[in-house]
């Protein structure tokens, strides 16, 4: 196979552009996708330069429009633009304020798209307003009095920022899914994309780099677009990517140095889809070194993940654990030779994410430590269950180990380790405390994973998955412990909004935000199938990230 030498999308000719996907889309798969980044060339220090000084002038200039916004409409509609164009971090103080200021001020419209919007945008940053906003849309049948596409999509948004018990947001995304549908066929570009996409995953649910991917060519199609603003989300976009690229690089490079020396060639090869599932986490430019170290991170997990699932032994698996448990040199005396590398490795690894913390932040790497032991431990306790063929009395029961056992716990806490001095050793010690928001997202990464893995993973030796254990626990088919399980996805989901809208004061408010990205991003990696194992099902998205220009 000829090898493909990826440029920065930015800086790439028109020519250049189409011969480079003809290659990619004819030669692209997952497993080789790293290959590709090991050649990346990034463009010279001049063009990024001018990139970089352009997008300054087109940030402050949409500064300006932010801080000149002054109708509730303007505002709500700026806002949520920049969220969907991957801007607003820029201007994160100056739409707090906005927000703040719209919060506190009296509103009575009667317009449902507005009022939708204000709604969304009020919970979405943390603002616990109530649903009852959304009666006076309703006649005297208690149905809502809607049938604008705009207005029954706005509505549909907004009542996926919902919690448990809310009759009204249950109601209202009843009504607005089934007219949306019927009216899905007749529509025109954007707005017809806009609806089938909301369709398949409402707004607050989306994962925000892919969103912003997504949004800018629908943007673009909008008549009353503002340039200014495209032109500054397709630059932004653009710098991303080249970051990305570059990251992609030494990760890959880690990643193949890790292979050679370990030699572990049972293992799944996705060092490209963990980077792409860490942007989904973290997409800023900077959490650059959260991103490799995430990576680096979700990589162990797989490895430990695949010798403990598929190609360890039950006695090499619990050797495995043991070494984990001391993370110390002299623990590789007991392990099998094959794994002996991996595991010094993996000590390299933690020296090395010391040094990159800086003496001031070393101490976090006790913390990555704790998190592979705790995930070990669930490993173990699933083998126990494997070998003794045990199903857990109910789902609950599952759940109280398998949470842990999916990954999810490690990477959010992990996430939370590398993201700098906003997050302090308490906050830190208080997310090994397992809060009630993180069990919320662990439930909903382990019930989404199983649902599209149970079927696949019980051709072969395995423990129980949580579809079968409701299966055992209520005597129902796979086919009906599916959609239980999806309906206990949807109520994980209520409660997520619920424990994210009251976050403890004490908690920055960025662990909140962080751990609903992670549950968009298991909710994209589960969606169909799972992704993760199947990478070939978001093979377009991820050149879409990486390769292809805007």
Same mark, same amino acid.
């Given at each position: ?7 920065? !999308? ?7 552009? /189409? ?51 002054? %109708?509730? #409409? $303007? ?13 607003? #971090? ?44 959304? &009666? ?6 208690? #149905? ?18 919902? +919690? ?11 009504? +607005? ?7 899905? $066929? ?12 909301? &369709? ?32 500054? !989300? ?5 710098? &991303?990517?080249?970051?990305?690229? $570059? ?15 370990? /030699? ?8 490209? $889809? ?15 070194? #959260?991103?490799?170290?995430? +990576? ?19 006695? %090499? ?34 020296d090395l994410i010391e040094e990159e913390l800086g003496t001031s932040n070393s101490y976090r790497v006790f913390y990555l430590k704790e998190l592979l032991k705790r995930l070990v431990q669930g490993y173990s306790q699933e083998i126990k269950w494997r070998d003794e063929h045990y199903v857990p009395k109910t789902v609950d029961e599952h759940l109280e180990v398998s949470r842990a056992t999916v990954g999810a716990f490690e990477i959010a806490c992990a996430s939370f380790v590398v993201m700098g001095d906003i997050i302090t050793k308490e906050t830190l010690d208080w997310l090994l405390t397992y ?78 935000? +962080?751990?609903?990205?992670? !549950? ?15 990478? /070939? ?7 879409? &990230? ?5």
């Amino acid at each position: 196979m000829d090898r493909v030498v990826i440029k920065p !999308a930015a800086v790439c000719s028109e020519k250049e552009d /189409n011969e480079r996907m003809q290659k990619a889309a004819s030669t692209f798969h997952p497993t080789l996708w790293g290959d590709f980044f090991v050649d990346y060339q990034p463009p010279n220090k001049s063009q990024h330069a001018c990139m970089k000084e352009r997008a300054e002038v087109l940030k402050e200039e949409v500064r300006c429009m932010v801080k000149g916004s002054k %109708e509730v #409409s $303007e505002i709500l509609d700026l806002v949520l633009t920049l969220q969907r164009l991957g801007l607003d #971090s820029y201007y994160k103080t100056e739409l707090d304020d906005l927000l703040y200021s719209i919060y506190n001020s009296d509103f009575d419209d009667k317009d449902l798209n507005l009022v939708s919007l204000r709604f969304y945008l009020l919970r979405k940053n943390g603002y616990d307003v109530s649903s009852d906003i959304f &009666l006076c849309f309703k006649d005297k049948e208690g #149905s809502f009095a809607a049938d604008e596409v705009r207005s029954l999509l706005g509505l549909y948004n907004a009542a996926h920022v919902r +919690t448990r018990g809310d009759k009204v947001l249950d109601g209202a995304i009843a009504f +607005t899914k089934s007219h949306l549908e019927a009216k899905l $066929e007749h529509l025109k570009s954007p707005l017809k994309e806009e609806v089938s996409s909301a &369709l398949e995953t409402p707004l607050f649910r989306r994962v925000r780099i892919l969103e912003t991917r997504n949004y800018i060519p629908i943007y673009e199609k909008i008549s009353g677009r503002n340039e200014t603003i495209l032109e500054f !989300a397709k630059l932004n976009f653009n710098l &991303l990517q080249l970051l990305y690229c $570059e990251e992609l690089k030494k990760i890959t490079l880690w990643w193949k140095e890790l292979n050679i020396q370990s /030699n572990l060639s049972f293992i799944r090869d996705r060092i490209v $889809e963990m980077h792409f599932w860490m942007t989904g986490v973290c997409p800023e430019f900077n959490y650059s070194l #959260s991103r490799i170290i995430l +990576t680096k991170m979700m990589a162990y997990i797989t490895i430990i993940d695949d010798i403990f699932d598929t190609h360890g032994t039950t006695e %090499e698996s619990m050797m495995l654990a043991e070494a984990i448990y001391k993370c110390n040199e002299s623990a590789i005396v007991r392990l099998p030779e094959y794994m002996k590398c991996f595991y010094l490795y993996l000590l390299k690894t933690f020296d090395l994410i010391e040094e990159e913390l800086g003496t001031s932040n070393s101490y976090r790497v006790f913390y990555l430590k704790e998190l592979l032991k705790r995930l070990v431990q669930g490993y173990s306790q699933e083998i126990k269950w494997r070998d003794e063929h045990y199903v857990p009395k109910t789902v609950d029961e599952h759940l109280e180990v398998s949470r842990a056992t999916v990954g999810a716990f490690e990477i959010a806490c992990a996430s939370f380790v590398v993201m700098g001095d906003i997050i302090t050793k308490e906050t830190l010690d208080w997310l090994l405390t397992y809060p009630e928001l993180l069990k919320c997202f662990t439930t909903l990464a382990r019930l989404s994973n199983d649902i599209v893995s149970t079927k696949r993973e019980q051709k072969g030796e395995h423990h129980v998955s949580t579809v079968q254990c409701y299966m055992f626990q209520h005597g129902t088919t796979m086919h009906d412990a599916c959609v239980k399980i999806k309906e206990l996805i949807e109520d994980s989901w209520k409660d997520i909004v619920k424990e994210y809208l009251t976050l403890p004061t004490e908690q920055p408010k960025i662990v909140a935000e +962080t751990i609903v990205d992670l !549950a968009r991003t298991a909710d994209y990696m589960y969606k169909k199938t799972d992704s993760y194992t199947f990478a /070939n099902t978001i093979k377009d998205m991820v050149a879409s &990230l990486y390769v292809k220009p805007i």
